[in-house]
C-alpha cells in the first residue's frame, strides 16, 4: 500500500538572526493510509516542525515530503493550499475557531471553500459530522459560548467535514483537562477506526500517546524511534 | 460563498474597537458630505438663482469689439466698457433659433447720479406754473388760494435757512459766507420782498430761483444703476420680477421701473426711513435702548428735522404743531422742539409714535422726493464723454421676489432702452432726426446746474469719443438737453420690436430651457457666432458676473479640497486603523489559510468588511445627515444680513438634500474604505498559514 506521507532525509532550519537553529535533521518517515499515529518528544524536539512540513503549511530546508502522492517542493502556494483543503484536515491546539462565525458555520467553511457541494448538502454534511462529535445541539451557538472540550470536539468536525484523507493535529489536548483530552483523542479514533481516516497528531502526554497505534519518537530533531505504545494496534514497518 | 463573506463582514462590525472608530469615521465623513454638499449645493444654486434671476440670465453677449469683458457687477464699480453689438437683430434672430434658447433680452447697463429734486426747488416750480396758469387762463378762487399757499410755504423755508444762517454765523466757522448770499436771504425774509411778489411774480421768481435756492444744500445725490432693456421682454424673461408700486411701463413706451430698494433707501424721507429700520430691528427683537446703531438713529431723527420743517407750509405745520402737542401732552413748543421731542423715542413708546407718525404727520409729508408718475431728470455719461440729461417718466417701482432686501439685486433699476441708447449717446437714425427737428423748434436754453454736475462725475467713465455710427457728439449738436426733452413729445412716442431690436444694444442675457445644458448651449452659442460672423462674445452667468460668479467657484473650490483633505486624512486613519485590526486577527486569517482558503480569499474577506463598514456607518451618516438637511429644510437658515439676500435667493435659505448628494457622499466614502484598505488587505493575504500554528497569544 503507497503511503500518503513519505519523507525522505528532512532537514528544517529555522534562521534566528544570524544563527541557524536546526529543527529537523535528516528525518524519514512512511505514513499508511488508516494509521492513527502519534509524535512524540520532549519540548523543543520538533514535533510541531514536522507536522507543518506534513501539512504543506511550511517547506523543508532540504529532503523531500511527498503528501498523499504529491511532492510538496514542487507545488505553487495556491496549489499547496488547495491540497491543504481537499486532502488534509487541521486540529489546532487552541481550537483556532473563527470567533464571528456560530459552529455551524465554522464546520461549513472548508465545504464553502471546496464548492463541490449545494447549499442543502452542505448541511446535511455538516449536521452528520456535528452529530459524529456530538455537538449537534450547540449548532447556532458561537465558539465563545462553548467549554474547551466542546470547541475542540467542533475543531474536529470542521477538520474531517471535508473527507480529508489525513487529519494532522498538533497537541490538540494541551490545552484540555486529561479526561477531556482523553474524550477528544477518543472521537479521534472513533472517527479514525470508521472511515479510515490517518490521524497524526503530537502530544507530550502519556496517556494519550497510548491510544495511537505507532507512537514516533523526536529527539533533538531526529527520529529515535518507533515503537507500537502499549495496548497499542499493530504498527508499521520503521524507517 | 458570498453570504460567508457578508456574515463574516457584518458579524466583524462591532467586534473590535478598531472598526468602531472606523465606523465613526465614515459615519461622520459622510455625515459631513451629504449636509456641506448639500448646504452648498443649495447656496450656490440660489446664489446662482439670484444672480441669472435678476440680470444676467445664463449666458450673456456682448460685442468682440468691447474693451472689457462683460461685468454685471464690476468690481470697482466701473461699467465695462462695451461696443454696441454690430446688429443685434441678427444676433437676436440667430441665437433665438438654437433649441434650447428660450428668450434672448437685450441690454444696457450704465450709471449715473440723479438728484432727487429737492423741496425748494419743486415748490418754487409749484409756485411758478400757478402763476403761467393765472397768466393764461385768467385767475380763479381756487388758483388764488394755492397761490398763497405756495408763497407761504416758501417763505416758510426761506425761514428755516435763515435761521440756519444765522446759527452759521454765531458758529463763525472757517469760510466766510458770501455777502451778497446772505443780503439775499435777508431780502427774501422781508415783508417787503412778499408784499412786492405778486407785482412781478416772475422777477421775484427768477430771483429766489437763482440767488435763494442754490444756498439750500441740494438734495442728495443719488447713485442710480440702471438697465436699457426691451421692458416687456425683461419681464417675462426675469419672472422674479415684480412690480410693487404703480404700474408696468406700457408697451413701446418710453418710462423707468425705479427698484423699490433704492425707492426706499435714497428716496424716501430720511426720517420716515429711520423710523421703519427701527420699527424692523424692534420687531425682531432688538432693543433701543441697547442698541447703539438704533440710538444713532433715533438722535438723527431728533436732531435732524429740516427736512420735515422745509416740507411743511404754514397750513399744515400748524396741523402738525397741534397733533404732535396733543400726542406729547404739551400745551407749548414750537415745531422743531415738538419734532425733537417727538422723534427722541424709547422702547417703552416707540410703536405708538411709529403709529401716530405715519397716521397724523405722514399725511402731511411727501414721504418720498419723488413719486409714481413723475418725471425723473436722469443726467449720464454718454460714451463720447460728455453728460447728457434726459427726463424720464417713472412709472413704478419693482423688485425681485425674494431679493427685496439685498442691496446686489436692489441697485439695478430698469429703463426702456430708447432712453437708454439716448443716455448713452447712441441713437436711432429717426430718433436722431426728430431730436434735431425737436432742437429747432425749442429756444435752447443752458441748465444752470450741470456744471456742478459734470465736477460730480468727474471720476465715471472715460471713454474718449469714437467714431461710431449713430454717435452724437451731443455737446456740439445739443446743448441744453433738458430743457428741449422736457417737451413731452419724445416720451409719448410709441415704438415697436422692431425698434428696439434694430438699434444699439450692448449686451444680451439669454435665458436657457434647460440650464442644465449651459456649457453646451455655450459652445453652440460661440459655434453659431463664428460660422455666421455676428461678433460677439458669449459667456456664462458665473463670468459675467465678475466677483461674484467667482465667489461660487470658490465656495466649491473650497468644499472640494476641504472634502479632499478629510479624504486624505479619513484615508490615512482608516489605513492605519485596518492595520492594526489585521495584525490583531493573522491567527485567525492564518487558520483560514491552513484550512485551505486561498490568498484572494483573504483579500476579499478583509476589503469586503470595510465596504460592509462603509456601507453600514456610511448609510447611518447619510441618514443622519438627511435628517439634519431635512430639519433645516423645514426651518430654512436665516439671512441675518442683507447681503445675504442675494446670496440665499430670499430671506431664508432652505437647504434640500438631492440623491446626487447622497450617491457623491456614500460613493466617496466606499472609495476611501476601500482604497484605504487595500494595503491591510494585501498584507492579510500574505500572512503564512504557519501563523495558525503558532498559538502564543
Ligand atoms: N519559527 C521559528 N523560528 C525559529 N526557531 C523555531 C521556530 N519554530 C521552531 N523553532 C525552533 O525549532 C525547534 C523545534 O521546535 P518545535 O516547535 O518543532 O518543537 P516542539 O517539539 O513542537 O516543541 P513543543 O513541545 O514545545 O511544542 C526548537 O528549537 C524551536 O526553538
Ligand atoms: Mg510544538
Known sequence: MAPIVSIVDVYKEYSLGKTLVPALRGVSLDVVAGEFISIAGPSGSGKTTLLNLIGCVDVATRGTVVVAGRNTAELSERELTSLRLNTIGFIFQSFNLVPVLSVFQNVEFPLLLQR???????????????????????????????????????????ALVGSPQLVLADEPTANLDSVTGEHIIDLMKE???RDGTTFIFSTHDARVMSHANAVIRLEDGQIVGREKPLGGAQAAGMH | MLRLLLQVSLRNLFRSRINLLIGAIIFFYTLLLVVG??????????????????VSGHIQLYSVTSRDPMSIWPTMGNEPDLSPMQDYQRVEGAISKLPNVKAVVPMGINGSLITSGNTVDLTLAELRGVVREEKENGKTAELEAERQSLKEHVRQIVRVLHTDLGRATEMETTEARDPEALAAVERASSDAFWQGFDEDPYGALEFLENKVAPQLPDGDLVPLRYVGTDLDGFAKSFDRMEIVDGQAVPPGRRGMLLSKFIYEQYLKLKTARRMDLIKEAVDTGALISTDPELQRYVHQNAQQTREILLQLDPLKSEQA???????????????????????????????????????????????????????????????????KSLNIPVWGTFRFKGLEKSPLAGNISLMDIMSFRELYGYLGADTSAEIQALKQEAGAQAVDRTHAEEELFGSGRKVVAEATPGLID?????????????????????????EISRGVVLNAAVILKDPSKL??????????????????????????????????????????????IIFVVAMVIINNAMMMATLRRTAEVGTMRAIGAQRPFVLTMVLSETLTLGVVFGAAGALLGAGIVGWVGAKGIRATADIMYFFFSGPRLYPHLSISNVIAAMGIVLVVSVVSTLYPAFLAARVPPVRAMQTDE
Open chain 1, 116 to 158: 463541490k457541494l449545494s447549499a442543502p448538502e452542505r448541511r446535511k454534511r455538516v449536521m452528520l459530522l456535528l452529530e459524529q462529535v456530538g455537538i449537534a445541539t450547540h449548532a447556532d451557538h458561537r465558539p465563545s459560548e462553548l467549554s474547551g472540550g466542546q470547541r475542540q470536539r467542533v475543531a474536529v468536525a470542521r
Open chain 2, 321 to 387: 404743531v397741534r397733533a404732535l402737542r396733543a400726542s406729547l401732552g404739551r400745551s407749548d413748543g414750537t415745531l422743531p422742539e415738538l419734532l425733537s421731542a417727538f422723534f427722541a423715542v424709547t422702547d417703552d413708546n416707540f410703536q405708538a409714535r411709529y403709529a401716530f407718525f405715519y397716521k397724523e404727520l405722514a399725511p402731511l409729508l411727501q414721504l418720498y422726493r419723488l413719486r409714481v408718475g413723475d418725471v425723473l431728470t436722469i443726467t449720464a455719461f454718454t460714451r463720447s464723454g460728455y453728460t
Open chain 2, 519 to 564: 456649457k453646451q448651449t455655450l459652445r453652440e452659442v460661440r459655434e453659431l457666432s463664428d460660422r455666421e460672423h455676428l461678433g460677439i462674445y458669449a459667456v456664462s452667468w458665473q463670468d459675467a458676473s465678475g466677483i461674484l460668479g467667482q465667489l461660487v467657484m470658490l465656495a466649491r473650490l473650497v468644499l472640494y479640497v476641504a472634502a479632499f
Open chain 2, 37 to 54: 454638499g448639500a448646504m452648498l449645493d443649495s447656496l450656490l444654486g440660489s446664489m446662482s438663482r439670484s444672480i441669472v434671476g435678476t
Open chain 2, 474 to 498: 451731443d455737446k456740439k449738436a445739443f446743448p441744453g438737453t433738458a430743457a428741449n426733452l422736457r417737451r413731452k413729445d419724445l416720451q409719448q412716442r410709441v415704438f415697436d420690436h422692431a
Open chain 1, 191 to 193: 472517527l479514525n477506526e
